[in-house]
């Protein structure tokens, strides 16, 4: 009999037998379940590559019929090239997807099957494109609607949809063996571990934590599965994602597309392949994105250049987005090609461009017109005659308001409007906009008052900040009560300038308050017909001073007025700008307001002068600078305008400069001055006709002819109107294209062209080359309706807007370009 210790002994290596082959038999069954999970996996894996070549394919059929369609519609042969595309990724895309599904004898058959298809399918769309070649457009829409292309495509269709339900009952019923085998196992496992669970405790609970395990992986893999086939087949935009260090993981579909790389191409390489920034310069970009992930971006929207495997440029929309994994923060980018929208813009553009040309050109030389004959251009008109041309003049000014208002609506919206700042002094802003406005103040029975005060210095476009001001003003008048008063305040304080515009009319109401800087906002619709306007001028006001880097703004309170304020960052340096360097005169006059009154009509027809109030003043001013003339006036505080006369011609550098008498008693002073060589004499009052001829008086004796100008514009209207304003300035030459434009100047050397962008058989622009540059260049003004790229800004002299710039500013800019220095 054996002894209890050898029974022992022995229960105790069956036990560990037992136990051993136990664990054995499970460690089998484990790595077992793990090569079936395992399998599970690349099935899966195998399914879903394979289901994708097949929609590969099916988009390329597409494609292909996409490309057929759009060249036989249009006859455009670029449509083809989706066509040919696909036919060449045809041809590799098919043996991918026979070795694909060569271990699987049914669907080879569907392959089989499938590739017959795609060749009936070729066959009609070249059949097609050859009807189209051969016979026309027509035959080849005829042999389209025959539907024989359609029903072969929808037999593709079914083939595919077939091939990919047999992959996934296929892969379904892999899962559910996979997944019973797994039950099995679990339960078998788990049995043995419960009969042996005093020994093998430790055991049994890794064995239920490695069940928990696979059972949440196989939950993680089916879903990740889902959702992943779900985005890859379902997004129109591209998909990337992006590891910490910014290099590509993963792309789908409609990434492949856009780009024009495949995902086994860019897999690991870096993102700036196939991004940049627009500037080029995407270091920065791509920095943040590799030490900051998603935080780094922001979650905004980026706008890039992407770039295809063909080396194209394309614009794109990024939305970065962080994507949590067990390996660092990952990035999913979204791009979206925005070429479309940029076209769109594009039209836009030229759509402003040519509202700009047709519209303004025609209302310039209406209103131009209007306003010679309302100034007797014509003759004297009789009384009804003079209030009808008056009544048309001021609504085709109205008309051109309204138009240059919707344009800068549009134009400060697109961003197309730049601003040519320069030092200057907002209280001259301040008085060449109550000049603007004074005409119409007074119609309505208003006075404007400017306050005194000290010089206000700003940086900006004195033009545009006129255009903020003259609308604060006409929206005072027309809203103060009749003889009222709107009063106008500018005060430099600590950092800002501040332009103040108060009347005492009814103020905002304070419901419109909240909208009153919105476009086309009135308080009341009835205040369109009321008061007029179209409640476009205080939002244009508005987006003009905030590109001034300042505010617009108001206070008010109901029955008691309003007040719009300007405020602008005051410059540092106090120094102004000259307002013209054309010929510089001196003006002797004691009277400011007469001085001022003369002073600005001389500008008009581009001249610059400088005021002198006393004969010592004059003679102060003559000693620092040179004059191109000298106008006196013969009543002055401390001497007769006679005596400085004298005082002058005795000084060497005034010997031979100009005068002209302008004075009340001309008539004495004449007889006084007979020896002192004045040009003319100008009895006050006198019209600018008047100054216009003496001044030319005062050119001829400094040796100058008038100038010879080339003007080059398709609009007769304009062309003629030019010419009655710069009579006596300049001889006129006129050229309506550029073809008769290069004529004229293979026949003379103008001194100054002025040019209209738009012309029939090209731009005007185009004739920059032939002008020359420098000092033996042409100067060329550009006043059109279209508006000039800032590039070419430097070649040319200056630039009008038709209808934005009077021909007063054309005449002025003509004077002050056509003198030169030298010749005083």
């Known amino acids: 009999m054996m002894s209890n210790s050898v029974l022992k002994r022995l229960g105790l290596a069956l036990a560990v037998g037992a136990l051993v082959l136990v664990l054995a038999f499970v460690g089998l069954e484990m790595r077992r379940d793990f090569e079936r999970v395992r399998a599970l996996r690349q099935e899966t894996a195998h399914s879903y590559r394979a289901r994708e070549e097949l929609q590969t394919v099916f988009s390329l059929m597409q494609d292909a019929e996409t490309g057929q369609r759009g060249y036989i519609i249009s006859g455009n042969p670029d449509f ?72 072969a495509m929808d037999r593709i269709r079914v083939t595919i949809d077939r091939m990919t339900e047999i992959d996934a009952r296929a892969l379904a019923a892999l899962t559910q063996r996979v997944e019973a085998r797994s039950r099995a196992t679990e339960m078998m496992v788990t049995s043995l571990f419960l009969s042996l669970i005093v020994v093998v405790a430790g055991a049994t609970l890794l064995l239920v934590r490695y069940v928990a395990t696979r059972r949440k ?35 789908n579909a ?77 990035l999913v980018a979204v791009v979206r090609d925005i070429t479309d929208r940029r076209r769109v813009e594009e039209l ?93 103040a007074d119609e309505l029975g208003v006075s404007l008052e400017l306050a005194d005060g000290p010089s206000a210095p700003v940086l900006g476009d004195g033009d545009r900040l006129v255009q903020v001001v003259v609308n604060l003003l006409s929206n005072a008048a027309k809203f103060s009560p009749s003889n009222g008063t709107v009063e106008v305040v500018v005060i ?27 476009k086309f906002a009135q308080a009341d619709g009835s205040d369109t017909r009321q008061k007029g306007g179209t409640g476009l001028g205080l939002a244009i006001a508005k987006e003009i001073a905030e590109r001034h880097g300042g505010r617009l703004w108001f206070e008010s309170a109901p029955g008691d007025g309003a ?10 340096d106090n120094s102004m700008a000259q307002t013209s360097d054309g010929p510089r005169l001196l003006i002797v006059e004691d009277d400011p307001d007469a001085a001022e009154v003369l002073r600005i009509m001389l500008a008009q027809d581009g001249f ?3 005021i002198a109030t006393s004969a010592t003043a004059a003679l102060e001013a003559v000693e620092s600078e040179t004059f191109a003339a000298i106008l006196v006036d013969l009543q002055l505080p401390d001497t007769d305008g006679i005596g400085l006369i004298r005082a002058l011609r005795e000084r060497p550098e005034t010997l031979e400069t100009p005068v002209v008498v302008v004075s009340a008693d001309v008539a004495r002073g004449r007889a006084r001055g007979r020896s002192l060589e004045v040009i003319d004499w100008l009895e006050k009052p006198f019209d600018q006709g008047r100054l216009r001829a003496a001044i030319s008086a005062v050119l001829e004796r400094l040796g100058r002819r008038a100038p010879i100008i080339l003007h080059v514009d398709d609009d007769p209207d304009i062309l003629q109107v030019t010419a009655e304003t710069l009579s006596g300035i300049a001889a006129i030459t006129s050229a309506v294209s550029l073809s008769q434009a290069r004529q004229v100047l293979t026949q003379m050397k103008p001194d100054l062209v002025i040019l209209d962008l738009g012309l029939p058989d090209g731009s005007g622009l185009e004739l920059l080359p032939e002008l020359g540059s420098g000092r033996s260049g042409v100067p060329v003004v550009v006043y059109s309706a279209q508006d000039m790229d800032g590039a070419l800004s430097e070649r040319v002299e200056a630039v009008l807007v038709k209808s934005s710039a009077s021909l007063a500013d054309l005449a002025h800019t003509v004077r002050r370009l056509t003198f030169t220095p030298q010749d005083h």
């Open 80 to 151: 083809l090239t989706p066509y040919q595309t696909a036919i060449r990724r045809l041809d590799r895309e098919l043996p991918r997807l026979r070795a694909a599904y060569a271990s699987d004898a049914a669907q080879s058959a569907n392959i089989k099957d499938l590739e017959d298809r795609i060749a009936d399918k070729l066959a009609a769309i070249r059949e097609a494109l050859d009807a189209h070649d051969q016979r026309g457009s027509e035959a080849g829409l005829a042999v389209v609607s025959k539907g024989e292309g359609k029903a």
């Open 348 to 440: 836009k553009k030229q759509f402003v461009s040519t509202v700009s040309h047709e519209l303004r050109t025609p209302l310039t030389s209406i209103a131009g017109s209007l306003g010679l004959l309302a100034g007797g251009a014509a003759g004297v008109l009789s009384e009804r005659a003079s209030r009808l041309i008056g009544i048309a003049h001021s609504n085709s000014l109205r008309l051109v308001r309204l138009i240059n208002d919707i344009l800068d609506v549009e134009k400060l919206e697109s961003g197309q409007i730049n601003l040519q700042l320069q030092p200057l002094d907002l209280r001259d802003v301040a008085v060449r906009s109550l000049d603007a406005v004074r005409g119409y």
């Open 563 to 572: 007040t719009f304020h300007l405020d602008l960052p005051m410059t540092l």
């Open 492 to 518: 430099p304080e600590a950092r800002i300038v501040r332009l103040s515009v108060r009347d005492y009319g009814p103020g905002v109401p304070e419901a419109f308050r909240a909208r009153i800087f919105t």
């Open 608 to 610: 610059d002068a400088v």
């Open 254 to 330: 409609a990434a492949a597309r856009m780009f024009g790389w495949s995902a086994e191409m860019l897999g690991r390489r870096d993102v700036s392949v196939l991004l940049e920034t627009a500037d080029r310069d995407d270091a920065g970009l791509m920095a943040r994105i590799r030490a900051g992930g998603a935080d780094a971006t922001g979650g905004l929207v980026q706008e890039m250049i992407g770039r295809r495997r063909s080396g194209e440029g394309f614009p794109v929309d990024v939305a970065f987005s962080p994507l949590a994994l067990p390996a660092g923060v990952h």
């Open 217 to 251: 992986l196989l939950a993680e893999v089916r879903a990740t599965a889902a959702r992943q086939e779900a985005i890859f087949d379902s997004a129109i935009d591209a998909i990337l994602t992006l590891n910490p260090s910014g290099t590509i993981e993963t792309m």
